[in-house]
């Protein structure tokens, strides 16, 4: 049985969906991360072509261990030893049947928002890969473009700072301080409105805590 927050997710998801449609996005809401990883795992197909970018989310619904067992090809991205590698992989993740990652914040709206340190997951996002798949936790939702952005470069990027082991000013006051440090993972702010090809982006919602 549902508890009273669970339901309040299934309610809010369920207009959500309805406005991912309206900008060209698929959209489906999972209760569980369970759930949320079979539906995932049902987009793809044998022989497929899978990048991904940098995602805790991913990581915590089991995604990555899944894909072990999948018939397909995984771009890994973390096997780059060398940055000409690693330029390689991201050029062959362009070209992905599939690209994984979350969002960092979504709008009651259905805008996408997001903030890239290199850049190569909100290359992904708007263009290349055949389908881009995201997992979204729905503490990621935020009231409009402009809460969105403060969740992301408050509550969301210091712990990441502080999970990859970056020096920023956010990584040890906790609060973005709109910094310009080499380490900075705020290089580009990126608004998904609308998909220019119908259910090319696919939101999986999921009525747990994911992420940051």
Avoid at 50 to 57: E, K, L, P
Avoid at 104 to 123: F, K, M, Q, W
Avoid at 128 to 143: A, F, T
Wanted: charged share 20%; aromatic share 8%.
């Amino acid at each position: 049985m549902q508890n009273p927050k669970q339901q309040n997710y299934e309610n809010i998801a369920d207009g959500l969906i309805d406005a991912f449609h309206s900008r060209g996005f698929e959209g489906v809401y999972c209760p569980t991360r369970a759930e949320a990883l079979s539906v995932a795992l049902s987009f793809l197909t044998p022989g497929c072509t899978v990048a991904y970018g940098g995602s805790v989310s991913c990581q915590e619904i089991g995604l990555f261990e899944a894909l072990k067992d999948f018939d397909c090809t995984v771009i890994d991205r973390s096997a780059a030893k060398t940055p000409e590698e690693a330029r390689s992989i991201y050029a062959a993740s362009v070209l992905s049947d599939f690209y994984f990652c979350s969002s960092n914040a979504v709008t009651l709206d259905g805008e996408l928002v997001n903030i890239d340190g290199n850049g190569n997951r909100v290359a992904c996002i708007i263009t290349g890969p055949k389908n881009v798949i995201m997992i979204v936790g729905m503490n990621k939702l935020s009231k409009d473009v402009n809460s969105a952005v403060d969740r992301v470069r408050n509550f969301a990027a210091p712990p990441n700072c502080v999970r990859l082991g970056l020096s920023t000013p956010c990584s040890k006051y906790g609060r973005c301080s709109d910094c310009l440090s080499s380490d900075c993972i705020c290089s580009d702010i990126v608004i998904t409105r609308k998909s220019r090809v119908p259910g090319r982006i696919k939101i999986i919602l999921v009525g747990e805590e994911l992420g940051y």
